[in-house]
């Protein structure tokens, strides 16, 4: 018996590749949406932990842990010597804690005391689109992001208020 089009039941493998192509269209269009959402999130998370580790120098000076000959007190050259908890509550076993870095699965943290001024650097280990640095200028309680790439000015601008020479300042 003949039947008619209008009766026909199913799905007919033109419409489902149609279906399948606007599917993988929405996901392309969203997944650079995403990267960048989390790479956001890890830059909040670098600054929240270069932040408690200015605080950490901060009291370190203010308690004159550590005392030149002529009786000044200065900053901590050595991470491991100052009062912080470096991973918080969820402590993971890929931090690496030394005298002179701190190394997390994003970042690595350095110290630079060059200039009389002590600065905290967190460079960011994705150097391929989001290359960007966040300093925490001690003396001066200020947190800055820096970037030369297109994806690392698009984080800066995320997280802080653009300068007049190009760097943001994080509040």
């Known amino acids: 018996m003949f039947q008619s089009p ?19 269209g929405l996901v392309m269009a969203a997944y650079p949406t995403y990267l960048s959402s989390l790479e ?8 929240q ?7 950490a120098q901060d009291k370190f000076l203010a308690e ?4 030149d000959s002529s009786g000044n007190c200065s900053y901590s050259a050595d991470f491991t010597k100052l009062p912080v908890e470096i991973a918080g509550p969820n402590k993971s076993s890929n931090i690496t804690v030394a005298a002179t870095q701190i190394t997390t699965p994003g970042y690595i943290y350095t110290m630079d005391n060059s200039g ?5 650097v967190a460079t960011t280990r994705r150097k391929t689109s989001y290359d ?17 790439k297109k994806n690392g000015i698009k984080i800066c601008g ?14």
């Open 6 to 24: 209008l009766n026909k039941k199913g799905v007919t493998l033109m419409e489902m590749m149609v279906v399948v192509i606007i599917i993988v």
């Open 40 to 47: 956001k999130a890890r830059a909040q998370e670098a600054v």
């Open 49 to 55: 932990l270069i932040s408690h580790l200015a605080a």
């Open 64 to 67: 004159c842990y550590n005392m």
């Open 116 to 120: 009389g001024s002590l600065n905290i």
């Open 132 to 148: 960007y640095t966040i300093t925490a200028k001690v003396a001066e309680s200020e947190i800055l992001c820096k970037a030369d």
């Open 158 to 171: 995320a997280i802080g208020k653009k300068t007049s020479d190009g760097v943001y300042k994080i509040d």
